[in-house]
């Protein structure tokens, strides 16, 4: 009955994705801020369900969520690559200002509640052990190594910014700059590759940006071969060789194929759904907050279909407080 259960929670997030949907003859602009939200809240919910399918035993159909939550991390990072980019050349001015406090301060609060609540169980921490615990990813506070690779990605960029003169100057230093960050993990550390699996994606978000007009008409000219070929390319990128560096390639070229291929997708149908563009709205604190439930409910629910959807409204519910409160806080010049 759990694994019944822990199916059609599994199955929900896909069912959004095409009901409502829209199609047609022509072409949709599949970088669309309100497709890409929908998107980000689908990316979001994708991602819960991956951490929790590593975590659970009678799983059923959630066992699909197991080793693809690096495509949703690869959304993520295209999707803030594509729009630093278009937003950064666009607004230089104020750029930290922007951009700096709405990351930051949630992320500082996220760890002051872990902190309290390992307290509460017993297990008093201090911020050193909890910033060590990302890189462990037994722990739901690993979940936030994402945090990293995008604070240092926004600072990169704006201080490029202020440097560089010419865009496509900006969109070589973001290349460069990603590929070194990728080059010092694969030498120091090539074990973590979950950290660094779609590192590539940001530039290539930066790059989609730069080159969106000459990229759009290329597919338009060839849809049918671009679908085609990197889905077949997608599916073959499944695969995972033995060795570390092989399989770390293997993830970054499913990610950057999966990209194209759901921008693809996505210029004859998108989705409509107000459940997914409301998760969009709030996806950044979702992926902040989902650990705290995923770690804390565990041993508290031991039933796992009643843990799976616990996990999903207290992150969803707990995501959307802080949302509400960063509106009137650190999102408030932001929003001017």
């Given at each position: 009955m759990t694994g019944i259960l822990n199916s059609i929670i599994a199955l929900t997030p896909l069912l959004l994705l095409v009901i409502p949907s829209e199609s047609t003859e022509d072409f949709f602009d599949p970088a669309?801020?309100?497709?890409?939200?929908?998107?980000?809240?689908?990316?979001?919910?994708?991602?819960?369900?991956?951490?929790?399918?590593?975590?659970?035993?009678?799983?059923?159909l959630i066992r699909i969520y197991i080793d693809i939550g690096y495509l949703a991390v690869a959304?993520?990072?295209?999707?803030?690559?594509y729009g630093l980019m278009k937003k950064g050349i666009e607004q230089k001015k104020g750029y930290f200002?922007?951009?700096?406090?709405?990351?930051?301060?949630?992320?500082?609060?996220?760890?002051?509640?872990?902190?309290?609540?390992?307290?509460?169980?017993?297990?008093?921490?201090?911020?050193?052990?909890?910033?060590?615990e990302h890189l462990h990813n037994t722990s739901g506070i690993s979940f936030l190594w994402f945090i990293f690779v995008y604070v240092f990605w926004i600072v990169?960029?704006?201080?490029?910014?202020?440097?560089?003169?010419?865009?496509?100057?900006?969109?070589?230093?973001?290349?460069l700059f990603s590929a070194g960050f990728l080059g010092l993990f694969l030498v120091f550390i090539p074990s973590l590759y979950w950290i660094y699996?779609?590192?590539?994606?940001?530039?290539?978000?930066?790059?989609?940006?730069?080159?969106?007009?000459?990229?759009?008409?290329?597919?338009?000219e060839h849809y049918a071969s671009v679908l085609l070929s990197s889905f077949l390319?997608?599916?073959?990128?499944?695969?995972?060789?033995?060795?570390?560096?092989?399989?770390?390639?293997?993830?970054?070229?499913?990610?950057?194929?999966?990209?194209?291929?759901?921008n693809t997708v996505t210029m004859k149908r998108r989705p409509l759904s107000r459940i997914l563009s409301f998760l969009g709205s709030i996806s950044y604190e979702i992926y902040l907050l989902h650990g705290i439930p995923i770690t804390f409910?565990?041993?508290?629910?031991?039933?796992?279909?009643?843990?799976?959807?616990?996990?999903?409204?207290?992150?969803?519910?707990?995501?959307?407080?802080?949302?509400?409160?960063?509106?009137?806080?650190?999102?408030?010049?932001?929003?001017?």
């Open positions: 669309e801020r309100s497709v890409t939200l929908r998107y980000r809240g689908f990316f979001a919910v994708l991602v819960i369900l991956h951490h929790m399918a590593q975590r659970v035993t009678e799983a059923g959304g993520f990072f295209f999707y803030s690559g200002r922007r951009r700096l406090p709405g990351i930051i301060l949630p992320y500082i609060l996220t760890l002051v509640i872990y902190w309290i609540i390992y307290a509460l169980t017993g297990d008093v921490k201090n911020f050193g052990s909890l910033m060590a990169f960029l704006g201080i490029a910014l202020k440097m560089i003169r010419s865009d496509i100057g900006i969109l070589y230093a973001a290349i699996d779609s590192i590539l994606l940001l530039p290539l978000g930066c790059a989609w940006a730069y080159y969106e007009k000459n990229v759009l008409r290329f597919i338009r390319l997608f599916c073959v990128t499944l695969y995972r060789p033995a060795s570390n560096v092989l399989r770390i390639a293997s993830y970054l070229v499913s990610a950057i194929v999966f990209m194209i291929l759901l409910l565990r041993n508290v629910l031991p039933n796992e279909a009643l843990w799976t959807l616990s996990v999903l409204i207290i992150a969803v519910l707990s995501a959307w407080m802080m949302h509400t409160l960063g509106r009137s806080t650190w999102n408030r010049r932001k929003a001017k």
